[in-house]
């Protein structure tokens, strides 16, 4: 993934343990998967639409690794190999 370095996955169990260290429990969760996956494919079919405009102004390259990291990020979750998680935790 272009950037990898930009992002952190964290399995849900491992974070929920990691809140718990902290005092917080998760008293909420939902999943926001498919609207994610919608608006990257939005901003993928966006910026593929205006991709010559955009790679006068930040270069090719940089526009080929924004398309790839946003069609990886589709593929991801579609796969259901990411999810985007809403959640609320609190106090123990």
Known sequence: ?????????VP??????SLKRA???????????????ALAQALLDAFAADSEEIAVQIGRRALDELLAAHRLW???????RVRKLAMVAERA
């Not at 993934?1 to 996955?9: F, K, S």
């Not at 589709?74 to 259901?80: C, D, H, Q, R, Y």
């Open 23 to 37: 005092g917080l429990v998760v008293r909420w969760q939902e999943d926001h998967s498919d609207s994610h996956r």
């Open 74 to 80: 589709i593929e991801w979750l579609v796969e259901g």
């Open 12 to 17: 849900f169990d491992e974070l929920a343990a």
């Open 1 to 9: 993934m272009p950037d990898a370095d930009t992002v952190w996955l």
